[in-house]
């Protein structure tokens, strides 16, 4: 069919990498606490679970903080359409021949109900930060808006792999 394959990625915006090294730094913050004044639990040590759960729920919190630090969308046109957010493993593949519509829009968290993966009346939105992208209509399902850098290239790629495009 197509030999050629549209690849990109589109990074973590501004607002996202700023939420994430925040929980980055207050994990940090409230671990150094921990080990640097324990002397209010001479009369009440913790025990082996209170520690265990603190431990936890700092590598997580901090796991989070990370991960919306580095997140990032990589969108691929082949002989599917492939939006993944890494490092979740949010991951949507469509057959173009299901696509009934594929137009370029203008994204904001705004118009998108917030950043991040959110769910829109009668569909998903998927992105980091504002900019264009690219709305999918789907016959029988859900549809599909997500922010690339090329949204003319994608719709472009979707229409020469048998997709309706407005």
């Given at each position: 069919?197509?030999?050629?394959?549209?690849?990109?990625?589109?990074?973590?915006?501004?607002?996202?990498?700023?939420?994430g090294l925040s929980?980055?730094?207050?994990?940090?913050?409230?671990?150094?606490?921990?080990?640097?004044?324990?002397?209010?639990?001479?009369?009440?040590?913790?025990?082996?679970?209170?520690?265990?759960?603190?431990?936890?729920?700092?590598?997580?919190?901090?796991?989070?903080?990370?991960?919306?630090?580095?997140?990032?969308?990589?969108?691929?046109?082949?002989?599917?359409?492939?939006?993944?957010?890494?490092?979740?493993?949010?991951?949507?593949?469509?057959?173009?021949?299901?696509?009934?519509?594929?137009?370029?829009?203008?994204?904001?968290?705004?118009?998108?109900?917030?950043?991040?993966?959110?769910?829109?009346?009668?569909?998903?939105?998927?992105?980091?930060?504002?900019?264009?992208?690219?709305?999918?209509?789907?016959?029988?399902?859900?549809?599909?808006?997500?922010?690339?850098?090329?949204?003319?290239?994608?719709?472009?790629?979707?229409?020469?792999?048998?997709?309706?495009?407005?």
């Open positions: 069919m197509h030999d050629d394959v549209h690849q990109e990625t589109v990074r973590s915006g501004r607002f996202m990498i700023v939420i929980t980055v730094g207050l994990v940090l913050a409230i671990a150094a606490l921990v080990v640097a004044a324990p002397s209010g639990w001479q009369e009440w040590p913790p025990s082996a679970s209170d520690v265990g759960v603190l431990v936890v729920t700092l590598a997580l919190t901090l796991a989070v903080g990370v991960g919306t630090a580095l997140m990032r969308i990589q969108v691929r046109v082949d002989q599917v359409l492939e939006v993944r957010v890494r490092p979740l493993w949010y991951r949507r593949r469509i057959a173009p021949t299901q696509i009934t519509s594929a137009t370029v829009v203008q994204m904001t968290g705004a118009n998108s109900g917030g950043w991040g993966i959110r769910l829109v009346p009668g569909g998903t939105a998927v992105l980091l930060d504002g900019g264009p992208g690219v709305q999918v209509e789907v016959a029988g399902a859900r549809s599909l808006r997500f922010r690339c850098n090329d949204p003319e290239v994608v719709v472009e790629a979707l229409r020469a792999r048998g997709a309706s495009v407005d």
